[in-house]
């Protein structure tokens, strides 16, 4: 079907194209810092939760994913979930000049620009982890909530310790260059196997051919050279926001331990470790349901903050500041969170108070955790 035009839903720029698919889901692309045109899909309606890149994805293909399929459904039965597709990767542009951490940073800012002007979700799955840590470190007021799924604070180059685990790093690369773009799928289902070791015969199928469909070998190469050099682990301690870590005791792409070491290093953050092997959970196994049960738990006040917030029509600021309310926290230390002034504060929850039509704190938590 020929795409139609729409209309963009804010005016972060972008233009968005219909594929004759659901009115709740739509493909935008939107313009990196460098010229890159980057493919974005939003699904659902709700509070935002956006998920920063990784590589194999493929914006429109990903709906006949029986692996994918389970995580677009279940991350947009309640949310506005906004992915997009890697540069390189998908529908993204496919030759690129650059592909560094640095315009990855400067892709996930660029479709983060063209949402609403208010604080979102941000999910980090395996090297999109990396991305979200750095992105809530630059921009603290834009994200409500973070939750890292199966990533880590340093690439395979970084944290490899024995001349052992820097050759597994170096072969990896060499087999991407040696069979990713042949027939047959052998060397391309050594990465399967790492990434659904526990799938059937159709999902290992399905990823066989999703590697080769989503980049050219040249593209992986150059990615899983910049992923193995990734290194935030330091830096993530300076994170101050709500933060949620999740790994798979048996995950086969990226070890347990690295979800331990990150959560261990972010202040606050709450680590759930699933009973899976998958580094890509499931729609089928246990582990997938607790997935989902732990990331609604976690983001349940956030998201009635954020439709009241949208509902009496606070600012961005004041809908962060009852975001913070709404969870407990006293004055000093939301000033402190934000960088503002105590009077800053004490004057924006007056605003808050008149908007919502309440008379005290109590009255406006009440309000902001009902939705």
């Given at each position: 079907m020929?795409?139609?035009?729409?209309?963009?839903?804010?005016?972060?720029g972008?233009?968005?194209?219909?594929?004759g698919?659901?009115?709740?889901r739509?493909?935008?692309?939107?313009?990196?810092a460098?010229?890159?045109?980057?493919?974005?899909?939003?699904?659902g309606?709700?509070?935002?939760?956006?998920?920063?890149?990784?590589?194999l994805?493929h914006v429109v293909y990903?709906?006949?994913s029986?692996?994918?399929r389970?995580?677009?459904?279940?991350l947009?039965?309640?949310?506005c979930?906004v992915?997009y597709?890697?540069r390189?990767?998908?529908?993204?542009?496919?030759?690129?000049?650059?592909?560094s951490?640095?315009?990855?940073?400067?892709?996930?800012e660029?479709?983060a620009?063209t949402?609403?002007?208010r604080p979102?979700?941000?999910?980090?799955?395996s090297?999109?982890?990396a991305?979200?840590?750095?992105?809530?470190?630059?921009?603290?007021?834009r994200?409500?909530?973070?939750?890292?799924?199966?990533?880590?604070?340093?690439?395979?180059?970084?944290?490899?310790r024995?001349e052992?685990?820097?050759?597994?790093?170096?072969?990896?690369?060499?087999?991407?260059?040696?069979?990713?773009?042949r027939?047959n799928?052998a060397?391309?289902?050594v990465?399967t196997?790492?990434?659904?070791?526990?799938?059937?015969?159709?999902?290992?199928?399905?990823?066989?051919?999703?590697?080769?469909?989503?980049?050219?070998p040249d593209?992986v190469?150059r990615t899983?050279?910049?992923?193995q050099?990734?290194?935030?682990?330091d830096?993530a301690a300076?994170?101050?926001?709500?933060?949620?870590?999740?790994h798979?005791?048996?995950?086969?792409?990226v070890?347990?331990e690295?979800?331990?070491r990150?959560?261990?290093?972010?202040?606050?953050?709450?680590?759930?470790?699933?009973?899976?092997?998958?580094?890509?959970l499931l729609?089928?196994?246990?582990?997938?349901?607790?997935f989902q049960d732990?990331?609604?738990?976690?983001l349940?006040?956030?998201?009635a903050?954020?439709?009241?917030?949208?509902?009496?029509?606070l600012?961005?600021?004041?809908?962060?500041?009852?975001?913070?309310?709404?969870t407990?926290?006293?004055?000093?230390?939301?000033?402190?969170?934000l960088?503002?002034?105590?009077?800053?504060?004490?004057n924006?929850?007056?605003?808050?108070?008149d908007?919502l039509?309440?008379h005290?704190?109590?009255e406006?938590?009440?309000?902001?955790?009902?939705?």
């Open positions: 020929k795409p139609v035009p729409r209309l963009p839903l804010s005016e972060g972008g233009f968005d194209l219909y594929f698919m659901s009115p709740s739509h493909i935008r692309f939107c313009t990196s460098d010229g890159t045109r980057i493919a974005v899909s939003c699904e309606s709700g509070p935002v939760l956006l998920r920063a890149a990784h590589w994805t990903d709906h006949e029986p692996v994918w389970p995580w677009i459904r279940g947009s039965r309640d949310h979930y992915r597709d890697q390189g990767c998908g529908l993204s542009d496919r030759f690129v000049r650059e592909i951490f640095k315009v990855w940073m400067e892709d996930l660029a479709v620009a949402l609403p002007d979102f979700a941000l999910l980090g799955m090297q999109g982890g991305l979200a840590i750095s992105y809530a470190l630059r921009h603290p007021g994200v409500s909530h973070l939750i890292l799924y199966g990533a880590y604070g340093q690439g395979a180059a970084v944290r490899a024995t052992e685990e820097r050759l597994e790093a170096e072969t990896l690369v060499n087999l991407v260059r040696v069979g990713w773009a027939d799928p060397f391309r289902q990465f196997n790492t990434f659904i070791p526990g799938g059937t015969a159709e999902q290992h199928d399905w990823w066989n051919e999703l590697e080769r469909r989503t980049a050219t593209t190469v899983l050279e910049e992923v050099r990734i290194d935030v682990l830096a300076g994170l101050r926001v709500p933060t949620l870590v999740l798979s005791r048996g995950d086969q792409r070890p347990f690295e979800g331990c990150l959560a261990a290093r972010i202040p606050g953050a709450r680590f759930v470790a699933l009973e899976s092997r998958n580094h890509v729609g089928d196994e246990p582990a997938w349901q607790v732990e990331l609604a738990r976690f349940a006040p956030a998201d903050a954020a439709r009241t917030a949208r509902d009496a029509r600012t961005l600021a004041e809908a962060e500041v009852l975001r913070l309310v709404a407990g926290v006293d004055n000093r230390a939301i000033a402190r969170q960088g503002k002034s105590e009077k800053t504060v004490r924006q929850i007056t605003a808050i108070l908007k039509g309440v005290s704190r109590a406006a938590i009440v309000r902001a955790l009902s939705g």
